[in-house]
C-alpha cells in the first residue's frame, strides 16, 4: 500500500503536492524593491513620471540616462544634511552652476547617477543605523576605516561610496574595523 504524500505550504500558505515544483506567487522582478523605493523617496521623486515605473535598481538606468531634475538633487540635499558647496564637490561642479539650475533642468547623466547613488547609501545607511538622523550623525563623523576622514568626504566617487557601503555591511553584520 503506497504512503499518503505529505502536504506542505508554498509561499501563499497554499497545500501542494511535495512533487510539484511552485514558483512564488509574485514573479520576480514585478514587486517594487523596498530599496528602489526608499532611494525615489529619498529624492522626493514618488510619483513622478519618470519614477513610476521603477521597480528595482537596474530600473534606474534609463531615468540616469535621461537626467534627473534638479529638484531631486535639492530633496536629497535636504534629507541629507548637505550644503550647495559639498553638493557641488560631489557631483564635480561649482556651486554657482548649482544654483543657475532651474528646478526641472536635467542633471547630466554622471551627476544623476551619483544622485541615485547618494540616495542609495542614504537609504541603506538608515536601514542599518534605524535612522536617518543617526545615519547621518555617523556621516559627519571622522572614522579610522576611511582613513580619519568623514564619510560624507567620500561620496564624490564610486569608489568610496563602495567603500561605504562596504563598511555598512561591515557595521550591519557586527564586523568593526
Known amino acids: 500500500m503506497e504512503k499518503p504524500k505529505k502536504k506542505t505550504k508554498d509561499y501563499e500558505h497554499h497545500e501542494i503536492e511535495p512533487s510539484m515544483v511552485s514558483e512564488p506567487s509574485i514573479p520576480y522582478g514585478y514587486v517594487q524593491d523596498t530599496v528602489a523605493s526608499r532611494t525615489i523617496g529619498l529624492m522626493g521623486m514618488e510619483g513622478k513620471k519618470d519614477f513610476t515605473d521603477i521597480k528595482n535598481n537596474s530600473d534606474f538606468i534609463k531615468v540616469i540616462r535621461s537626467g534627473i531634475p534638479k529638484q531631486a538633487m535639492t530633496h536629497l540635499m535636504e534629507i541629507a ?7 557641488a564637490s560631489i557631483i564635480h561642479t561649482s556651486d554657482r552652476t548649482l544654483r543657475r539650475y ?45 582613513g580619519n576622514k568623514k564619510p560624507k568626504e567620500l561620496l564624490d566617487t564610486s569608489i568610496g561610496i563602495g567603500m561605504i557601503m562596504d563598511e555598512l555591511g561591515r557595521i550591519e553584520h557586527g564586523i568593526f574595523a
Open 81 to 87: 544634511d548637505i550644503s550647495l558647496t559639498e553638493m
Open 102 to 146: 532651474t528646478a526641472q533642468q536635467r542633471l547630466s547623466p554622471e551627476q544623476s547617477e551619483r544622485m541615485v547613488e547618494m540616495a542609495g547609501v542614504y537609504s541603506r545607511g538608515a536601514e542599518v543605523f534605524g535612522s536617518l538622523a543617526n545615519f547621518r550623525q555617523w556621516m559627519d563623523s571622522v572614522l579610522l576605516p576611511f
